[in-house]
Nanobody, 124 residues
Framework: QVQLVESGGGLVQAGGSLRLSCLAS????????MGWFRQAPGKEREFVAT????????DYTNSVKGRFTISRDNARNSVSLQMSSLKPEDTAVYYC?????????????????WGQGTRVTVSS
């Protein structure tokens, strides 16, 4: 099992940028694909971005393509989500998740370990 702690959320105006970070601890000797998900008030949790263990494969939900970038630093056991051109509809709690395989996935059910989330609020 790996423990995940997100940081970097906050309040930002539309058009602004934020960088979310997720730090992993625990069984970090295993190889994990990572993902970012979000949950807006009154809505279900949804996929945002994923990255393979090597970092060579990434995928994004359509609404964030070209605006968000996922990256990872395995030496630091961390994964980041750079968010630019933020929109009010990006407002949500953002969760980091780990999948016990090297392969990235867009599916919530494929992830076994989750952080507590960090809140992002984008004002218009």
């Amino acid at each position: 099992q790996v423990q995940l702690v997100e940081s970097g959320g906050g309040l930002v105006q539309a058009g602004g940028s934020l960088r979310l970070s997720c730090l992993a601890s625990g069984r970090t000797d295993s190889k994990y694909a990572m993902g970012w998900f979000r949950q807006a008030p009154g809505k279900e949790r949804e996929f945002v971005a994923t990255i393979s263990w090597s970092g060579s494969v990434t995928d994004y939900t359509n609404s964030v393509k070209g605006r968000f970038t996922i990256s990872r630093d395995n030496a630091r056991n961390s994964v980041s989500l750079q968010m630019s051109s933020l929109k009010p509809e990006d407002t949500a709690v953002y969760y980091c998740a780990a999948r016990r395989t090297i392969y990235a996935s867009t599916q919530i059910r494929d992830y076994s370990d989750w952080g507590q989330g960090t809140r992002v609020t984008v004002s218009s």
